[in-house]
């Protein structure tokens, strides 16, 4: 069974940082893309970045770009996703997926974790 657990979200200051961390187990996630999304209230998941398991190439949505960095620890099944310079509109639940290199669709997910930034 595919287990993917989040952790790091919590209360944070406008330009704070946090470190989000996905560990997966279960299967091997070689050939995978491993992606954070986020969701805020009111507004449609979006991603966040992105990262081949097996190559570790990065990409990162328009929001993300400049602040934030993804990745992975092979030898620990982690997924990070590191966060600078936190603004308000950051807040939001954030998601860790998986999904296989060739698709589109991200078949694994998790529970996700709050983040949320206050002024």
């Known amino acids: 069974q595919v287990q993917m657990v989040e952790s790091g979200g919590g209360l944070v200051q406008a330009g704070g940082s946090l470190r989000l961390s996905c560990t997966v187990s279960?299967?091997?996630?070689?050939?995978?893309?491993m992606g954070w999304f986020r969701q805020a209230p009111g507004k449609e998941r979006e991603l966040v970045a992105a990262i081949s398991w097996t190559t570790g190439s990065t990409d990162y949505g328009y929001s993300a770009k400049g602040r934030f960095t993804i990745s992975r620890d092979n030898a620990k099944n982690t997924v990070y996703l590191q966060m600078n310079s936190l603004e308000p509109e950051d807040t939001a639940v954030y998601y860790c997926?998986?999904?296989?290199?060739?698709?589109?669709?991200?078949?694994?997910w998790g529970q996700g974790t709050q983040v949320t930034v206050s002024s």
């Open positions: 997926a998986a999904r296989r290199a060739w698709l589109d669709r991200y078949e694994y």
């Open positions: 279960g299967r091997a996630f070689i050939s995978y893309v």
